[in-house]
Nanobody
Framework: QVQLVESGGGLVQTGGSLGLSCVAS????????MAWYRQAPGKQRELVAR???????EYADSVMGRFTISRDNAKKTVYLRMNSLKPEDTAVYYC?????????WGQGTQVTVSS
């Protein structure tokens, strides 16, 4: 069983920045993906960014050039740096990890961008 604990959400003004962190309770192999998803009210959960060794990070078109995903395997942590935030980035952000063949989710952290 893997537990994922997110931190770093909050309220920020349009154009501001926030950083999210997600710590796993066990090591996730670097070849297994870790990712950030988000879900806005009334919308489906969507992939924001994904990272795993041997591949370039993947980003949703809507965050390309503004968000950066990174990972520290020694610290069992994945990060999401969010710059130039927009009101449409407002959502609950979820950490995701896949270990072996099982997917795990964090509890989510709220990000609110005020206009």
């Amino acid at each position: 069983q893997v537990q994922l604990v997110e931190s770093g959400g909050g309220l920020v003004q349009t154009g501001g920045s926030l950083g999210l962190s997600c710590v796993a309770s066990v090591s996730i192999h670097s070849s297994d993906p870790m990712a950030w998803y988000r879900q806005a009210p009334g919308k489906q959960r969507e992939l924001v960014a994904r990272i795993r060794s041997g591949r370039d990070p993947e980003y949703a078109d809507s965050v390309m050039g503004r968000f950066t995903i990174s990972r520290d395997n020694a610290k069992k942590t994945v990060y999401l740096r969010m710059n130039s935030l927009k009101p449409e980035d407002t959502a609950v952000y979820y950490c995701y990890a896949k270990r072996d063949t099982t997917a795990y989710w964090g509890q989510g952290t709220q990000v609110t961008v005020s206009s």
